[in-house]
């Protein structure tokens, strides 16, 4: 079953425009989320999870547990955003359900 | 500090051979995941390693792949008679324990093209 629903796989913005990114999960329990992204050429790397309600690069998720979602925003999108973003959750037994990924282009 | 390192970052083989990758995790990483990416399907977990623990083996999709994890470090992922199927980046992360919200560092990946 898939738990971890990416809806779109490429995303265009332009420079200045906020931007979200969707993320859907299907988990009867209480679920931990996260977003990882990928620089062109580098690691694939953490960019934030729910649990410390941290802001990273100027991006924010909020978990919803009525809509089961965890989107990806920022009010302002800057150039070095664009990268490949997964969602991510992690069920009790530390297994690791990635999404499909976002790829975002952010246009000059 | 170094991170997790990877190799070979190419494989090339031919249906029916068998490969080995190799994932050498960070220093004192008690965990260590692998998962497949292939094109349109997002990261497949494989295999999960913490500590001394029985490793759960639950993603991984037939009995041709194995993986063992040598003195709670190295990690080596074995594809038996591989398949075209099998073709993929195949990457390893590793974090300072088991809970789940700790981070995972990701390797670079192993490119596995089978002919």
């Known amino acids: 079953a898939q738990r971890v629903t990416q809806p779109e796989k490429l995303l265009s913005v332009f420079k200045g425009a906020p931007v979200e990114l969707k993320c859907n999960y299907s988990y009867s329990g209480s679920p931990e989320l996260f977003w990882y992204v990928q620089y062109s050429r580098q690691r694939l790397q953490l960019l934030l999870r729910h649990i410390s309600r941290e802001s990273i690069k100027g991006f924010t998720a909020d978990l919803n547990k009525g809509e089961t979602s965890f989107h990806l925003k920022k009010p302002f999108a800057q150039e070095e955003d664009s990268a490949m973003y997964y969602c991510a959750l992690s069920d009790t037994g530390n297994q690791f359900y990635f999404g499909t990924g976002t790829s975002l282009t952010v246009i000059p | 500090g170094a991170g997790v390192s990877q190799s070979p970052s190419n494989k090339v083989t031919e249906k029916g051979k068998d490969v080995e990758l190799r994932c050498d995790p960070i220093?004192?990483?008690?965990?260590l995941y692998w998962y497949r990416q292939s094109l349109g399907q997002g990261l497949e977990f494989l295999i999960y390693?913490?500590?001394?623990?029985?490793?759960?083996k639950s993603g991984l999709p037939s009995d041709r792949f194995s993986a063992e994890r040598t003195g709670g470090s190295v990690s080596t992922l074995t594809i038996q008679r591989t398949q075209q199927e099998d073709s993929a980046v195949y990457l390893c992360?590793?974090?300072?324990?088991?809970?789940?919200?700790?981070?995972?560092?990701f390797g670079p990946g192993t490119r596995l093209t089978v002919l």
């Open positions: 220093s004192g990483h008690t965990a």
């Open positions: 992360a590793s974090s300072s324990g088991g809970r789940a919200h700790n981070e995972q560092f």
């Open positions: 390693f913490q500590g001394n623990s029985a490793p759960d």
